[in-house]
Nanobody, 119 residues
Framework: QVQLVESGGGLVQAGGSLTLSCAASGRTFTGNTLGWFRQAPGKEREFIADINMSDCYTYYEDSVAGRMTISRDNVKNTVYLQMTNLSPEDTAVYYC????????????WGQGTQVTVSS
């Protein structure tokens, strides 16, 4: 049974930083793509970044490039999202998801972790 468990969310002041973790279990993810998404209140879920678990190729949504960094630890089967210079607009529930490849539908999702940025 595949499980994705996010952690690391919380309350941070504007300009601060947070690092989210996504622990994946239930299978190996070699060659697969893991991604981060977020959903703010009243808004649609949006893509943030993804990473290939084998070649470490990454892709970012334009609005977060330079402020957020996705990385992975294959030994721990964990994906990270380092977030810097946070603003209240980054307040959202952040989700981790897994797909066969970056071109496939994300089939597995975590429960999400809340990030709140105060002004």
């Amino acid at each position: 049974q595949v499980q994705l468990v996010e952690s690391g969310g919380g309350l941070v002041q504007a300009g601060g930083s947070l690092t989210l973790s996504c622990a994946a279990s239930g299978r190996t993810f070699t060659g697969n793509t893991l991604g981060w998404f977020r959903q703010a209140p009243g808004k649609e879920r949006e893509f943030i970044a993804d990473i290939n678990m084998s070649d470490c190729y990454t892709y970012y949504e334009d609005s977060v490039a330079g402020r957020m960094t996705i990385s992975r630890d294959n030994v721990k089967n964990t994906v990270y999202l380092q977030m810097t210079n946070l603003s209240p607009e980054d307040t959202a529930v952040y989700y981790c998801a897994a797909a066969q490849t970056k071109y496939d539908e994300y089939a597995y999702w975590g429960q999400g972790t809340q990030v709140t940025v105060s002004s």
